[in-house]
């Protein structure tokens, strides 16, 4: 069993910052892909960026590269998401998530999910 939960979320002005962290138990994560998807109301969840089990290799979807950054810290068995220059289209629920062995982009093959931390960006 794995168990993952996000915390960080909140309310912020577009261009500010947030961080956002994703908290594993029930087993150690690092053989595991994790990542972060969002989703809008009424809209698909979608990929926002990925890490590879070692944290070597990240991947990230167009709409946040060069904003966002997502690394982990296996020792503490959690994973972060640097969130810079946000803007308002930004504003979802953001989901932690993982899937044993290599990097995919697609929620589909994620396992195991969090709960979900809300993000509003807005003035």
């Known amino acids: 069993q794995v168990q993952l939960g996000e915390s960080g979320g909140g309310l912020v002005q577009p261009g500010g910052s947030l961080r956002l962290s994703c908290a594993a138990s029930g087993r150690t994560l690092n053989t595991y892909t994790m990542g972060w998807f969002r989703q809008a109301p009424g809209k698909e969840r979608d990929f926002v960026a990925a890490?590879?089990?070692?944290?070597?290799?990240?991947f990230y979807a167009d709409s946040v590269k060069g904003r966002f950054t997502i690394s982990r810290d296996n020792a503490k068995n959690t994973m972060y998401l640097q969130m810079n220059s946000l803007k308002p289209e930004d504003t979802a629920v953001y989901y932690c998530a993982a899937v044993y062995g290599g990097v995919t982009t697609s929620s589909y093959e994620y396992d195991y999910w969090g709960q979900g931390t809300q993000v509003t960006v807005s003035s």
């Open positions: 890490v590879r089990s070692n944290g070597g290799s990240t």
